[in-house]
């Protein structure tokens, strides 16, 4: 699995309107809840004991 990492500053440079990314993220929630999609599991790293990051 291939992970990119982009920064704010370069999520901010595409000016996508907040209206926009709401009308996606409800649409997601939408299809969610219609079982026509599945939520990827967390992807976990553990770089030392006791210690771990996860992302979703």
């Given at each position: 699995?291939?992970?990119?990492?982009?920064?704010?500053?370069?999520?901010?440079?595409?000016?996508?309107?907040?209206t926009?990314?709401?009308?996606?993220?409800?649409?997601g929630?939408?299809?969610?809840?219609?079982?026509k999609?599945?939520?990827?599991?967390?992807?976990?790293?553990?770089?030392?004991?006791?210690?771990?990051?996860?992302?979703?």
């Amino acid at each position: 699995m291939e992970v990119m990492l982009i920064s704010q500053k370069e999520i901010e440079s595409l000016h996508i309107p907040v209206t926009e990314v709401m009308d996606v993220v409800e649409k997601g929630f939408a299809l969610k809840g219609e079982e026509k999609l599945e939520m990827p599991a967390k992807i976990g790293i553990h770089p030392r004991k006791d210690c771990f990051i996860h992302a979703m």
